[in-house]
């Protein structure tokens, strides 16, 4: 145990000494049991007889003697004791109290000196009474130069009220500065350097002066204190002021490696603190319930754990001085920390307040600036800049932490982590107002951070600033990259979670970009118990992205990414935002709780996926994503999109297939809500699902597709088996989570889309063998999948392969209706049918058709074209038809007029049998080109213009003035009638006749016109000329009738000349007229038409022949009557066999029904032989019977005979041979 133990108190010693001492003094001892184990060193008497130890006493006590001051005569004034002291020497100052002159204003002048007390400050005062200081330091003086254990009371100076130093260093200890006016002490142009402290105040320590010091120009330099205050120790009560000073390179050994504050106070001007530092807290300040004010100075370069520039606490449990640090217009640069706060660190305090303060480049784990757990903290007018750290570039706001940051600006600052430029922790809550964060996380020093470009986590209010080119990154596996500008998000520590709100009005976020969702903002959390609102705000330029394309596949929200309900937008702008999926805005919360939207203006934003918002389905599955009062520009139609909820054929699939067959390519595509196809889909499969009873198989080459940009396609699908039948299969998708973003939820399996499919029969050119189909060998075919069977006549079967459209070919000189028909017709004139292979197969009805024909057998002109001698012309232009009826009427007026002009002779054989000989055969040249033969194209062409003399209704081009309604029925009618029309015209002559010879015979011009003889009988007259004009009629009569009767029994005849194709029956003289369908009726037309028509064919086919023959055989002994020469003589004068023109007559009947009646035939012409038979024979008879008058015209008729077999045994020849050149007639 330790004892105290009093030694002694001797007024003079034994040698004669005299021994002073202010009290007892006292020696400590410490004992283990009852043996002393230490002992302090007893305290030393005063020997009053050293040499230099001078004394001052207050009167009466001390003398006026100036130069004694010695012991026993102690002097009153202390300047006295000073000024007589010899340098190093000691002034004791006994206990009392000292003032007035000598006692105040003391000065070293430069001497190495010690003024001390004998018995402690408290006894020892010396009182400048409010108008003079204690001592003053100008000369120079060193450490050497002590004031020791005084107390300065009431003192007074301009600068110094306790103390002036100008240019000195003096050392001052155990003093205490009382009630001194302007500062306790002045120190002006010192410099402590190099000074050390085991314990704290390495070049000051102060404790208990509780008036203001003023130090000017003072240079603190390399200084250090093995606890506190490597240069200076502000303590209890102390209270000071730096201006225009350095404080620098000091080290503390935990706090302040420049100045410590304790429960005192510490203020600075125009000062720099650079390149001190402390082990923990406060490398150039540190203020535990103290004030420390800064205005105008630099801290720069300065280390401690944290708080480099200025680390700020309390006192727990002490309220007696406040923790108030107030900096402003001051540059905080180049600080750095290895914890939190590179510059200060606001563990607890007051108020905090910086003000116009620059932080630049300071370095920090969190808060490359500042650390803020405490409350009251305010920062305004500053410019934080180029700043770096973990958590929070410039601020980090940690627990309890509530600052109000206005006006301020954060520019280039970088988190590796989160928030560029602020991180914000659990409950701390900024207010931030009127601030610009401008390219915070693009520092390019440092990477940007993993979410909140310019701030992180949670804040309050946000009002009135500018946020403009930040950016975060992702880094690893395991990086966010959200949030360009703002990272709100709940901090959960397992189940219990801290809300994060925050308030954003009048802000401009531009430029901003984060890599994987929240181009200016993103918006998290797990609990409702957090918000978001902003209003009248302007998000532009921000993107999620990191390549060249801008794009990246992940990216979510190119302004605003909300994960979480419990937001609110309104009266925002949101403009040529970019992302992946939303342009303007990506929502991963549920819309149907703490969601509104109101009042948005989207402007050019884009995006892969939704250009104005993309928003997730799966967590809103009730709900639908509104916008009231939105609007969107430019109005695409994806503007809104979802993730894909379903599958829908974007290329339909087939209905059919064939087994074993690859099918016609079909595509699905993975839609969203909206319809939109979901183009970042990639990488899944959609896979054709059936059942095993479906007794099929479906090849897994086909089967499966890969998505591609929300497209699967299926090239090579194809299906074995089930001939005959229907399936309901399905197609399964299911997207791949492969790279997806973390913030989208995977996409499960969609719902299967339907796969409808029947396996067809086998098509045509195949036949079933199993559950295949197998193509047909050469020379088969088969249309229908059944069964190949031999090719038939006039097709080319090259035996069909599996998925070949037409497994047979026309031959040439052949027509098929269609290509699904197995039955070829022969063309009735071989080269108006191509019968040759198109790109698309075999031609076929009118496509295989030469130029201007088309209809069955290619045997009808087209539109615009008319048939003149069979062969199909074109109109050339409208004037066509009616010019041909024009010529027409002109030529038959012309022949009326010559025929009725005069008698042109008697009827006996001469010129007129000649004429009616070349008429006859020219008619039966024209009535050739119908046969079944083949010529050379050129006598094709020129038996065209027989036609001239054939009459009929065909000279006129009627299809050219009627149009493509003009059919055979009206052909029928006009040339039917024209034989009627020619004795009509017989007989209106002859009535004419009448009427001129009973009114105008009188006047003489008219006579010869007329034919009249001019005689004054003109009675007889009269009858004389009708009589002539009679016979005449008749005559001419039988002439037209005669002209007409070859082209009017052929037509007679052509309306029971049937021709039957696979699709109805047809007219044969006009194909384009259906007489009856396949399985149906006859027509209404045709039947009409058909009683008249058996009654034409008797007249013309019987009645005709038999009524020139009847007539002549009644007066066959009276041919030589003038009356009947005059009637008939026309008929039979040129003969010598009477009935022989009835004759003529039926080889014409029978040369114009050959090749009405008589089939076509693939080889060989069954009409050319029948119409050389009659031919033939007819030579036989003429030769054989020489029924003409005269020889010549016996000849001729044979020549003609001989010629038209001969032309129709050539054709015959050609067809057989199959010679170049036109088959058949050109039509």
Request: net charge negative; hydrophobic share 40%.
């Amino acid at each position: 145990m330790a004892r105290t133990q009093q030694l002694c108190h001797l007024p003079e010693a034994a040698s004669g000494r005299r021994l002073l001492a202010a009290s007892d003094f006292y020696r400590v001892n410490a004992f283990v049991g009852s043996s002393l184990a230490a002992s302090s060193p007893p305290a030393t008497p005063v020997d009053t007889r050293i040499p230099g130890l001078l004394f001052a006493y207050p009167a009466p006590f001390g003398g006026s003697n100036a130069n004694a001051c010695s012991w026993p005569s102690p002097c009153a004034s202390i300047q006295d004791a000073v000024t007589a002291a010899p340098p190093g020497g000691y002034v004791l100052l006994g206990p009392g109290i000292y003032s007035g002159s000598g006692n105040n204003e003391i000065n070293y002048n430069g001497k190495a000196l010690v003024v001390t007390s004998i018995s402690g400050a408290s006894a020892t005062i010396i009182d400048g009474l409010g108008t003079n200081r204690g001592f003053v330091f100008n000369s120079g003086e060193s450490y050497t130069s002590v004031v020791k254990d005084l107390t300065i009371r009431n003192g007074h100076g301009d600068y110094g009220g306790a103390i002036n130093i100008v240019g000195s260093s003096p050392y001052v200890s155990g003093c205490s500065f009382l009630s001194c006016m302007t500062g306790a002490f002045y120190m002006s142009d010192l410099i402590m350097r190099d000074n050390a402290a085991s314990f704290s105040g390495g070049a000051m320590h102060t404790e208990g002066v509780v008036e203001i010091g003023i130090a000017n120009n003072i240079t603190m330099l390399r200084n250090s204190a093995g606890t506190f205050g490597g240069a200076i120790n502000s303590f209890a009560g102390s209270n000071y002021t730096f201006v225009n000073s350095v404080i620098s390179d000091n080290v503390g050994g935990y706090y302040g490696g420049g100045v410590m504050v304790t429960f005192a106070f510490f203020t600075a001007s125009n000062t720099i603190f650079e390149g001190n530092s402390a082990l923990l807290g406060g490398g150039a300040t540190k203020s535990i319930a103290g004030v420390i004010q800064l205005d105008n100075c630099q801290i720069l370069n300065n280390q401690a754990t944290s708080g480099a520039a200025t680390e700020i606490d309390t006192q727990p449990g002490n309220a007696a001085v406040p923790t108030i640090v107030i900096m402003q217009n001051t540059i905080i640069s180049g600080n750095s920390v290895t914890n939190q706060g590179g510059a200060f660190n606001v563990a607890d305090c007051n108020y905090t307040i910086f003000n116009n303060v620059t932080f630049a480049n300071n370095i920090g784990t969190r808060g490359g600036v500042g650390f803020c757990s405490s409350p009251n903290v305010q920062i305004y007018a500053s410019v934080f800049i180029n700043n770096n750290a973990q958590l929070g570039g410039a601020l980090y706001a940690g627990s309890g932490c509530n600052g109000i940051l206005a006006y301020n600006t954060f520019q280039n600052n970088v988190a590796k982590q989160q928030g560029g430029a602020i991180a914000t922790f659990a409950d701390a809550t900024l207010t931030i107002s009127s601030s610009q964060f401008i390219s915070n996380g693009l520092f390019s020093c440092f990477p940007p951070p993993q979410s909140g470009g310019a701030l992180a986590i949670g804040i309050d209010e946000f009002e009135n600033s500018l946020v403009t080119e930040n950016r975060v990154t992702g880094l690893g596996t395991q990086s966010l990259g959200v949030g360009g500008a703002f990272y709100i998000a709940e901090r959960c520590a397992g189940s219990v979670c801290t809300s994060a709100n925050a308030s954003f009005t009048g802000v401009s976020m531009a430029s901003n970009t984060a890599i994987q969702a929240g181009g200016a903002i993103f918006y998290d959390g797990a609990t409702g118990n957090s918000n978001l609102y902003v209003a009248n705000s302007q998000i532009a330029g921000n993107q999620v992205a990191s390549d060249a394309s801008g794009r990246t596949k992940n990216g979510l929200g190119g302004g605003l990414a909300l994960l979480k309900n419990g937001f609110t937008l309104v009266n925002t702008s949101l403009s040529n935002n970019t992302a992946f999926f939303g342009g303007g805005i990506f929502v991963g919360a549920n819309l149907t709780t703490g969601a509104s939207l109101t009042n948005l203006a989207y402007v050019n934003n884009t995006a892969i996926l939704g250009t104005a918002a993309f928003w997730l389905h799966a967590s809103s599955p009730n709900a639908s994503y509104v916008c009231t009062s939105c609007f969107v520009t430019p109005p695409t139609p994806v503007n809104m999109s979802t993730e894909v909820l379903t599958s829908s054929y974007i290329i339909d699939p087939p209905t059919a297939i064939q087994s074993a067959e690859v099918s016609q390519p079909f595509e699905l595509g993975l839609l969203d809500y909206y319809g939109n196809v979901g183009v970042a889909e990639n990488g899944g499969t959609c896979t054709v699902q059936y059942r095993l009873t479906d007794n099929i198989t479906v090849p897994d080459l086909g089967r499966s597709s890969t998505i591609a940009a929300g497209l699967a396609a299926f090239d090579v699908f194809s299906i074995i088996g089930g001939i005959g039948s229907s399936f309901d299969l399905t197609i399964q998708c299911v997207p791949s989570v492969s790279g997806q973003s973390q913030y989208l939820p995977a996409t499960l399996p969609l719902p299967p889309a339907p796969l409808d499919l029947s396996v067809s029969l086998c098509q045509q050119g195949t036949q079933q063998v199993g559950d295949r189909c197998q193509a047909c060998d050469l020379n088969t075919y088969s249309l229908n999948g059944s069964k190949c069977l031999n090719c038939p006549e006039g097709l080319l079967c090259p035996g069909g392969a599996t998925g070949q459209v037409n497994p047979i070919e026309t031959l040439a000189g052949y027509w098929r209706s269609v290509n699904t028909s197995a039955e070829a017709f022969r063309c009735l004139h071989e080269a108006n049918c191509q019968g040759q292979p198109s790109n698309n197969g075999t031609l076929a009805g009118d496509a295989s058709c030469q130029p201007g024909y088309r209809g069955p057998f290619c045997d009808a002109c087209i539109d615009g074209f008319f048939k003149m001698g069979g062969v199909c012309k074109s109109c050339g232009n409208s004037a066509q038809g009616p010019s041909m009826l024009t010529a027409c009427i002109i030529v038959v007026i012309l022949a009326l007029g010559l025929l009725f002009w005069r008698d042109w002779g008697d009827n006996k054989p001469g010129i007129l049998t000649k004429v009616k000989l070349l008429i006859t055969h020219v008619q039966i040249l024209s009535l050739l080109q119908s046969y079944d033969v083949a010529w050379p194209k050129k006598t094709t062409n020129a038996f065209s213009f027989a036609d001239a003399l054939n009459v009929g209704v065909s000279l006129t081009a009627p299809e050219c003035f009627w149009g493509p309604s003009f059919r055979f029925y009206h052909y029928y009618v006009m040339q039917m009638i024209l034989p009627f029309v020619a004795v009509g015209i017989c007989i209106g002559v002859y009535y004419a006749a009448t009427f001129c010879s009973r009114y105008i015979w009188e006047v003489a011009e008219y006579c010869d016109c007329l034919g009249l003889d001019r005689t004054d009988d003109r009675v007889h007259a009269s009858q004389s000329y009708l009589e002539r004009m009679k016979w005449r009629c008749w005559k001419n009569g039988f002439w037209f009738t005669t002209l007409l009767y070859p082209r009017c029994s052929q037509t007679a005849l052509q309306l029971f000349s049937l021709i039957t194709v696979d699709v109805g029956i047809f007219l044969k003289a006009d194909v384009t007229v259906l007489v009856k369908p396949i399985g149906g009726h006859y027509s209404h037309t045709y039947w009409s038409f058909f009683g008249p028509g058996i009654a034409l064919m008797v007249i013309f086919a019987a009645v005709m022949p038999g009524f020139y023959f009847g007539m002549l055989y009644i007066n066959r002994f009276r041919l030589d009557d003038p009356e009947i020469d005059a009637k008939f003589g026309f008929l039979y004068s040129g003969y010598r066999l009477y009935y022989w023109e009835s004759l003529e007559m039926i080889r014409k009947l029978l040369l114009a029904g050959i090749p009405v009646f008589i089939a076509v035939q693939p080889t060989g012409s069954s009409q050319a032989v029948l119409g050389e038979v009659v031919l033939v024979g007819y030579l036989f008879a003429t030769t054989y019977f020489k029924p003409y008058v005269k020889a010549l015209d016996n000849l001729l008729a044979m020549l003609s005979l001989l010629v038209l077999w001969l032309l129709l045994l050539s054709g015959e020849a050609l067809k057989n041979a199959g010679a170049n050149g036109s088959k058949g007639h050109q039509r």
